[in-house]
Nanobody, 124 residues
Framework: QVQLVESGGGLVQAGDSLRLACAAS????????MGWFRQTPGKEREFVAA????????DYADSVKGRFTVSRDNAKNTVYLRMSSLKPEDTADYYC?????????????????WGQGTQVTVSS
């Protein structure tokens, strides 16, 4: 069992930056691929970014490519999402997820464990 706890959300203005963190419990974190997803009311949870088990491979949704950066520190059991040039349309609840298979994936169904989410609001 893996528990994930997100932090770092908040209210920012358009153009600002924010860094989300996701702390994981358990000794096998370094073997998991990790993903970030986001969701707004009435919409499905959508893929944002993913990183493989050792951080060598990353993937991003087109909407955030060039603005967001996913990274991980396996010594700290933590994955990060650095968000820059934020836009009002980035407003959402952001969730991190862990995939037992160490390879990255963009589909929600590929992830086994989920955090409770952290809210990000970007004002115009």
């Amino acid at each position: 069992q893996v528990q994930l706890v997100e932090s770092g959300g908040g209210l920012v203005q358009a153009g600002d930056s924010l860094r989300l963190a996701c702390a994981a419990s358990g000794r096998t974190f370094s073997s998991y691929a990790m993903g970030w997803f986001r969701q707004t009311p009435g919409k499905e949870r959508e893929f944002v970014a993913a990183i493989n088990w050792n951080g060598a491979i990353t993937d991003y949704a087109d909407s955030v490519k060039g603005r967001f950066t996913v990274s991980r520190d396996n010594a700290k059991n933590t994955v990060y999402l650095r968000m820059s040039s934020l836009k009002p349309e980035d407003t959402a609840d952001y969730y991190c997820a862990a995939r037992i298979n160490g390879g990255i994936a963009t589909r929600r169904e590929s992830y086994t464990y989920w955090g409770q989410g952290t809210q990000v609001t970007v004002s115009s």
